[in-house]
Protein backbone atom coordinates (compact mmCIF):
# COMPACT_ATOMS: atom_id res chain seq x y z
CA UNK A 1 0.00 0.00 0.00
CA UNK A 2 0.90 3.32 -0.91
CA UNK A 3 1.22 5.38 2.67
CA UNK A 4 -1.13 8.21 1.01
CA UNK A 5 -3.17 7.38 -2.18
CA UNK A 6 -3.76 11.11 -2.93
CA UNK A 7 -0.97 13.26 -3.55
CA UNK A 8 -0.32 16.69 -5.08
CA UNK A 9 2.59 16.36 -7.08
CA UNK A 10 2.13 17.27 -10.42
CA UNK A 11 0.44 14.24 -12.94
CA UNK A 12 3.11 14.80 -15.33
CA UNK A 13 5.61 13.44 -12.71
CA UNK A 14 3.25 10.92 -11.20
CA UNK A 15 2.75 9.99 -14.81
CA UNK A 16 6.38 9.16 -15.14
CA UNK A 17 7.20 7.48 -11.59
CA UNK A 18 7.82 3.77 -11.78
CA UNK A 19 7.20 2.40 -8.23
CA UNK A 20 8.08 -0.61 -5.68
CA UNK A 21 5.14 -2.76 -4.46
CA UNK A 22 4.62 -0.52 -1.69
CA UNK A 23 4.51 2.73 -3.53
CA UNK A 24 7.93 3.62 -3.15
CA UNK A 25 10.86 5.01 -5.32
CA UNK A 26 14.36 5.35 -3.70
CA UNK A 27 16.01 8.58 -2.86
CA UNK A 28 19.65 9.65 -2.92
CA UNK A 29 20.62 12.03 -1.12
CA UNK A 30 24.09 13.80 -2.56
CA UNK A 31 26.02 16.67 -0.83
CA UNK A 32 25.48 18.98 -4.20
CA UNK A 33 29.31 20.74 -4.13
CA UNK A 34 31.71 17.83 -2.98
CA UNK A 35 29.35 15.14 -4.09
CA UNK A 36 29.50 12.83 -1.15
CA UNK A 37 26.71 10.23 -1.47
CA UNK A 38 25.29 11.05 2.24
CA UNK A 39 21.95 8.51 2.35
CA UNK A 40 19.64 6.73 0.62
CA UNK A 41 15.72 7.15 1.38
CA UNK A 42 12.35 6.62 0.24
CA UNK A 43 9.71 8.74 -1.63
CA UNK A 44 6.15 8.27 -1.97
CA UNK A 45 4.53 10.97 -4.02
CA UNK A 46 3.64 13.12 -1.55
CA UNK A 47 6.94 13.56 -0.16
CA UNK A 48 8.27 14.16 -3.83
CA UNK A 49 5.99 16.72 -3.85
CA UNK A 50 6.87 18.27 -0.43
CA UNK A 51 10.28 18.05 -1.14
CA UNK A 52 10.11 19.93 -4.97
CA UNK A 53 7.70 22.39 -3.19
CA UNK A 54 9.60 23.24 0.38
CA UNK A 55 12.88 23.11 0.10
CA UNK A 56 13.66 20.52 2.69
CA UNK A 57 14.05 16.99 1.84
CA UNK A 58 10.92 15.09 3.11
CA UNK A 59 10.95 11.07 2.87
CA UNK A 60 8.52 8.22 3.80
CA UNK A 61 9.86 6.52 6.76
CA UNK A 62 9.03 2.76 6.05
CA UNK A 63 9.72 1.72 9.64
CA UNK A 64 8.00 4.48 11.33
CA UNK A 65 5.50 4.52 8.79
CA UNK A 66 5.34 8.05 8.95
CA UNK A 67 6.69 11.31 6.48
CA UNK A 68 10.00 12.47 7.56
CA UNK A 69 11.20 16.02 7.41
CA UNK A 70 14.82 15.38 7.40
CA UNK A 71 16.89 17.24 10.36
CA UNK A 72 13.16 18.40 12.06
CA UNK A 73 14.84 16.22 15.16
CA UNK A 74 17.98 16.34 14.53
CA UNK A 75 18.50 20.17 13.32
CA UNK A 76 20.91 17.87 10.53
CA UNK A 77 18.13 19.33 7.65
CA UNK A 78 18.91 18.56 3.83
CA UNK A 79 18.12 22.21 2.20
CA UNK A 80 17.23 21.19 -1.75
CA UNK A 81 19.23 22.02 -4.72
CA UNK A 82 17.86 19.81 -7.27
CA UNK A 83 15.81 16.73 -8.25
CA UNK A 84 16.41 14.63 -11.01
CA UNK A 85 14.43 11.14 -11.89
CA UNK A 86 16.48 8.46 -13.99
CA UNK A 87 15.99 7.25 -16.99
CA UNK A 88 13.82 4.20 -15.64
CA UNK A 89 11.82 6.50 -13.78
CA UNK A 90 12.57 4.46 -10.78
CA UNK A 91 15.12 5.98 -8.83
CA UNK A 92 15.57 9.68 -7.74
CA UNK A 93 19.16 11.58 -7.19
CA UNK A 94 18.70 14.81 -4.55
CA UNK A 95 21.72 17.20 -4.68
CA UNK A 96 21.55 18.84 -1.32
CA UNK A 97 22.84 21.06 1.09
CA UNK A 98 23.38 18.59 4.33
CA UNK A 99 23.76 20.58 7.73
CA UNK A 100 25.72 18.68 9.51
CA UNK A 101 25.39 15.01 9.75
CA UNK A 102 23.70 12.79 7.50
CA UNK A 103 23.92 9.76 9.28
CA UNK A 104 21.86 9.36 12.54
CA UNK A 105 25.45 7.30 13.70
CA UNK A 106 26.79 11.41 13.81
CA UNK A 107 28.81 10.20 10.89
CA UNK A 108 28.74 12.83 8.06
CA UNK A 109 27.40 9.80 5.67
CA UNK A 110 25.84 6.43 6.14
CA UNK A 111 28.68 4.88 4.40
CA UNK A 112 31.70 5.89 6.60
CA UNK A 113 31.38 3.09 8.39
CA UNK A 114 31.47 -0.45 6.92
CA UNK A 115 33.82 -0.80 4.08
CA UNK A 116 33.72 -3.90 2.81
CA UNK A 117 37.00 -6.02 2.19
CA UNK A 118 37.54 -6.46 -1.91
CA UNK A 119 39.15 -9.38 -2.86
CA UNK A 120 43.03 -9.10 -3.91
CA UNK A 121 42.23 -9.45 -7.81
CA UNK A 122 39.23 -6.90 -7.64
CA UNK A 123 40.08 -3.10 -7.36
CA UNK A 124 43.04 -3.24 -10.38
CA UNK A 125 41.96 -0.50 -11.91
CA UNK A 126 43.58 0.53 -15.22
CA UNK A 127 44.20 3.85 -15.82
CA UNK A 128 41.21 5.88 -17.70
CA UNK A 129 41.33 5.12 -21.77
CA UNK A 130 42.77 2.04 -21.35
CA UNK B 1 12.28 -15.29 -3.77
CA UNK B 2 16.03 -14.44 -3.98
CA UNK B 3 17.61 -15.09 -7.65
CA UNK B 4 19.86 -18.04 -5.73
CA UNK B 5 19.42 -19.25 -2.35
CA UNK B 6 23.57 -19.93 -2.02
CA UNK B 7 26.11 -17.88 -2.35
CA UNK B 8 29.48 -17.75 -1.79
CA UNK B 9 29.52 -13.96 -0.06
CA UNK B 10 31.06 -14.12 3.35
CA UNK B 11 28.62 -15.46 5.66
CA UNK B 12 30.02 -12.08 8.33
CA UNK B 13 29.04 -9.84 5.29
CA UNK B 14 25.57 -11.74 4.54
CA UNK B 15 24.58 -11.64 8.56
CA UNK B 16 24.76 -7.70 7.89
CA UNK B 17 22.46 -7.43 5.30
CA UNK B 18 19.02 -6.09 4.82
CA UNK B 19 17.25 -7.49 1.46
CA UNK B 20 14.17 -6.97 0.46
CA UNK B 21 11.30 -8.93 0.06
CA UNK B 22 13.20 -10.24 -3.25
CA UNK B 23 15.94 -10.57 -1.92
CA UNK B 24 18.04 -7.88 -2.87
CA UNK B 25 19.59 -4.79 -2.00
CA UNK B 26 19.77 -1.11 -3.87
CA UNK B 27 23.53 -0.33 -4.94
CA UNK B 28 24.64 3.34 -5.85
CA UNK B 29 27.35 3.31 -8.39
CA UNK B 30 29.47 6.51 -7.97
CA UNK B 31 32.05 7.36 -10.50
CA UNK B 32 34.94 7.44 -7.26
CA UNK B 33 36.94 10.68 -8.71
CA UNK B 34 34.04 12.97 -9.80
CA UNK B 35 32.19 12.21 -7.28
CA UNK B 36 29.38 11.91 -10.41
CA UNK B 37 26.10 9.52 -9.16
CA UNK B 38 26.35 7.30 -11.94
CA UNK B 39 22.82 4.61 -11.40
CA UNK B 40 21.27 2.99 -8.93
CA UNK B 41 21.57 -0.94 -9.23
CA UNK B 42 20.27 -4.24 -7.47
CA UNK B 43 22.18 -7.15 -5.96
CA UNK B 44 21.59 -10.30 -4.22
CA UNK B 45 24.41 -12.27 -2.23
CA UNK B 46 25.48 -13.37 -5.05
CA UNK B 47 25.56 -10.59 -7.28
CA UNK B 48 27.60 -8.82 -4.65
CA UNK B 49 30.14 -11.51 -3.78
CA UNK B 50 30.87 -11.04 -7.55
CA UNK B 51 31.46 -7.41 -7.30
CA UNK B 52 33.93 -7.73 -4.36
CA UNK B 53 35.73 -10.30 -5.75
CA UNK B 54 36.01 -9.96 -9.89
CA UNK B 55 36.44 -6.23 -10.08
CA UNK B 56 33.83 -5.57 -12.30
CA UNK B 57 30.51 -4.16 -10.81
CA UNK B 58 27.84 -7.25 -10.76
CA UNK B 59 24.23 -6.50 -10.78
CA UNK B 60 20.97 -8.24 -10.35
CA UNK B 61 18.51 -7.12 -13.41
CA UNK B 62 14.81 -7.30 -12.26
CA UNK B 63 13.10 -6.84 -15.84
CA UNK B 64 15.51 -9.99 -17.01
CA UNK B 65 15.82 -12.05 -14.39
CA UNK B 66 19.77 -12.93 -14.77
CA UNK B 67 22.94 -11.75 -13.27
CA UNK B 68 24.43 -8.50 -15.28
CA UNK B 69 27.90 -7.86 -15.58
CA UNK B 70 27.81 -3.64 -16.49
CA UNK B 71 29.40 -3.51 -19.57
CA UNK B 72 29.34 -7.37 -21.08
CA UNK B 73 27.54 -6.30 -23.87
CA UNK B 74 28.20 -1.99 -23.98
CA UNK B 75 31.92 -2.36 -23.30
CA UNK B 76 30.93 0.12 -20.53
CA UNK B 77 31.90 -1.90 -17.79
CA UNK B 78 32.33 -0.20 -14.02
CA UNK B 79 36.10 -1.15 -12.26
CA UNK B 80 35.12 -1.32 -8.94
CA UNK B 81 37.30 1.04 -6.55
CA UNK B 82 35.22 0.53 -3.40
CA UNK B 83 32.17 -1.20 -1.86
CA UNK B 84 30.29 0.47 1.40
CA UNK B 85 27.38 -0.77 3.30
CA UNK B 86 25.56 1.84 5.11
CA UNK B 87 24.72 2.20 8.50
CA UNK B 88 21.17 0.63 8.37
CA UNK B 89 23.03 -2.92 6.09
CA UNK B 90 20.03 -1.73 3.55
CA UNK B 91 22.26 -0.18 0.70
CA UNK B 92 25.23 -0.38 -1.11
CA UNK B 93 27.74 2.85 -2.13
CA UNK B 94 30.19 0.99 -5.03
CA UNK B 95 32.50 3.71 -6.52
CA UNK B 96 33.76 2.39 -9.83
CA UNK B 97 35.72 3.39 -12.68
CA UNK B 98 33.36 3.84 -15.18
CA UNK B 99 34.43 3.45 -18.88
CA UNK B 100 32.21 5.76 -21.49
CA UNK B 101 28.73 6.29 -20.51
CA UNK B 102 26.65 4.91 -17.91
CA UNK B 103 23.18 5.03 -18.98
CA UNK B 104 21.77 3.27 -22.44
CA UNK B 105 20.56 6.16 -23.10
CA UNK B 106 24.05 7.29 -23.86
CA UNK B 107 24.31 9.62 -21.38
CA UNK B 108 27.06 9.73 -18.68
CA UNK B 109 24.89 9.20 -15.86
CA UNK B 110 21.18 7.75 -15.29
CA UNK B 111 19.69 11.04 -13.99
CA UNK B 112 20.99 13.96 -16.39
CA UNK B 113 18.07 13.76 -19.06
CA UNK B 114 14.95 14.93 -16.42
CA UNK B 115 15.69 17.33 -13.70
CA UNK B 116 12.51 18.07 -12.34
CA UNK B 117 10.83 21.72 -11.15
CA UNK B 118 11.39 22.67 -7.82
CA UNK B 119 8.48 25.43 -6.83
CA UNK B 120 9.87 28.99 -6.22
CA UNK B 121 10.01 28.81 -2.82
CA UNK B 122 12.06 25.98 -2.77
CA UNK B 123 15.84 25.59 -3.84
CA UNK B 124 16.85 28.75 -1.56
CA UNK B 125 19.82 27.34 0.18
CA UNK B 126 21.48 29.71 2.53
CA UNK B 127 25.09 29.57 2.98
CA UNK B 128 26.89 27.28 4.81
CA UNK B 129 27.06 27.18 8.74
CA UNK B 130 23.81 29.59 8.90
Same mark, same amino acid.
Given at each position: ? !?????????????? &????? !?? +?? =?????? #?????????? +?????? !????????? &????????????????????????????? *??????? *???? =?? #????????????????? =????????????????
Amino acid at each position: M !APMSTSSLDPAIAA &RLKRS !AD +GL =VPAIAQ #QYDTGEVLML +GWMDDE !ALHRTLTTG &RCTYWSRSRREYWVKGDTSGHVQHVKSVA *LDCDGDT *LLVK =VD #QVGAACHTGDRTCFDAD =VLPLAEQAGRVPPHGS
